[in-house]
């Protein structure tokens, strides 16, 4: 299995700061990557898909980049909306495999 | 709008079954892999199973296999996994959420339904 290592596990970070989050893949994923927000209480929404596309709906701030094995969700101008986990997956090879997740907070 | 809606969780003895079920609307269900996505309390997130839109084939996590089986009913637009030989390991909410086609991504995903498993 791909292991997907994310950091890190834990940020806070003050309203209107740019937060990057980073994912770690064990080996090349060619970019089959999404990024997932889960926020307290609801289930997961897919923010990003194929390393850098947006999803529909998802707010500009949002962005993802990346190749290989390395790759990183950027928010920019932070919003208390924004407030939630943050999970990676891969989808290159079965079984997909998530991140552990990074918890964003508030400073 | 796109909804998917889980029922059946619930307390069950280490050993015993359980089914749970997805109901689906807001889209052409027959269209989409369908897949089910496990987490245990205060963990991540765990891919459990997925079937193709038709039900011709399915692929499960290694820790499942032999034990929990999906499937779906497009007549009734429906997802189900039925879960055998429960551990206290599958404690855990059961997401339900829909494939984009010809990606291993999900776009949309259901409320959740605990299963806890203890004696």
């Known amino acids: 299995d791909i292991r997907m290592t994310q950091s890190p596990a834990s940020l806070s970070a003050s309203l209107g700061e740019t937060v990057n989050i980073e994912c770690l893949a064990s080996e090349d994923i060619y970019s089959d990557l999404a990024w997932y927000q889960q926020k307290p209480g609801k289930s997961p929404q897919l923010l990003i898909y194929n390393a850098n596309s947006l999803q529909n709906g998802v707010p500009s701030r949002f962005s993802g980049s990346g190749s290989g094995t390395q790759y990183s969700l950027k928010i920019n101008s932070l919003q208390s909306e924004d407030v939630a986990t943050y999970f990676c997956?891969?989808?290159?090879?079965?079984?997909?495999?998530f991140g552990g997740g990074t918890k964003l907070e508030l400073k | 709008e796109v909804q998917l809606v889980e029922s059946g969780g619930g307390l069950v003895q280490p050993g015993r079954s359980m089914k749970l079920s997805c109901a689906a609307s807001?889209?052409?269900?027959?269209?989409?892999?369908m897949a089910w996505v496990c987490q245990a309390p205060k963990k991540g997130l765990e891919w459990v199973a997925t079937i193709s839109y038709d039900g011709s084939s399915t692929y499960y996590r290694d820790s499942v296999k032999g034990r929990f089986t999906i499937s779906r009913d497009n007549a009734k637009s429906t997802l189900y996994l039925q879960m055998d030989s429960l551990r206290s390991e599958d404690t855990a909410t059961y997401y339900c959420?829909?494939?984009?086609?010809?990606?291993?991504?999900?776009?949309?995903w259901g409320q959740g339904a605990s299963v806890t498993v203890s004696s």
């Open positions: 807001g889209f052409t269900f027959n269209n989409y892999d």
């Open positions: 997956q891969q989808y290159n090879n079965y079984p997909p495999t």
């Open positions: 959420a829909r494939h984009v086609p010809n990606f291993g991504v999900m776009d949309a």
